[in-house]
């Protein structure tokens, strides 16, 4: 695992991000907007919505589309997202949650299942899978922001549980309810980070080998490539010279 973040590991992401802006700014609004419409406009008063302007910034979406998208929540007659999770197992025995936002809940369902099924995986009924995983908060920072021992260090006075560094950058992780205060606690000493997000991490990782791992991440990305998808977690490992060989 030298040199692969654990974090984006567990939520893998393709390496061609330039061909998917688009989609990905379009899910960025879409938790913007939501998490608007959960509370108050203001960054400031909404934890939520702040850790979502937070990782928008992060991936360098412009100020007028983040404006847009806040604005959007206050709008009559807007789309009205629900927030679903989805359960099952990839190629290895990999156990998988999914996140999605939704204007149409049959759509989306019908989708996940029909992604699971054609990828070398099974979707399973709600709880299947979410017991081998803890519910925490998890923060991200860039390599860039500091050394491992000053990240730890920050960290643990900012209040957080468990600190992970590695070449790709800082995975911060704390309790469910703390994750706000830990993250402006944080803001203030080390800059706003990349991302502050509810997360799902695995009690017990599963190595993949070479056979499944292929399957496992085509699988993965054909969730990630669904417009009602926003995040995908999972409790794999695959090692580094898979990855190699994989390309």
């Given amino acids: 695992m030298a040199g692969h973040s654990k974090f984006k590991n567990i939520m893998y992401r ?79 025995g990999v156990s998988l949650i999914v996140e999605a936002l939704t204007d149409n809940r049959n759509r989306t369902a019908t989708n996940v299942r029909t992604i699971f099924s054609k990828n070398g995986g099974n979707l399973g009924a709600s709880g299947s899978v979410s017991h081998g995983f803890e519910r925490l908060g998890l923060i991200t920072y860039p390599a860039s922001a500091g050394n491992a021992d000053t990240i730890f260090e920050a960290a643990i006075e900012a209040g957080a549980e468990d600190v992970q560094s590695s070449d790709d ?16 606690a944080l803001e203030k000493s080390l800059g706003a980070p990349e991302s502050a997000k509810l997360a799902w991490r695995p009690q017990t990782p599963v190595e993949v080998g070479e056979v499944d791992a292929g399957s496992l991440l085509k699988l993965i990305d054909a969730l990630d490539d669904d417009d009602d998808v926003q995040t995908v977690w999972g409790n794999y490992e695959v090692p580094e010279q898979v990855m190699e060989k994989l390309g």
Wanted: net charge positive; charged share 30%.
């Fill in 169 to 184: 950058g800082h995975e911060i992780w704390t309790a469910l309810d703390s994750l706000h205060e830990v993250a402006r």
């Fill in 14 to 92: 393709k390496g061609a991000q330039d061909k998917k802006r688009s989609a990905m700014f379009s899910k960025l609004s879409r938790e913007i907007t939501v998490a608007a419409r959960s509370g108050t406009p203001d960054p400031d008063m909404n934890p939520r919505l702040r850790a979502a302007v937070l990782a928008a910034r992060a991936q360098s979406m412009p100020k007028d589309n983040i404006e847009r998208a806040i604005n959007k929540a206050a709008a009559a007659g807007g789309e009205d997202y629900e927030e679903l999770r989805y359960e099952g197992f990839g190629p290895g």
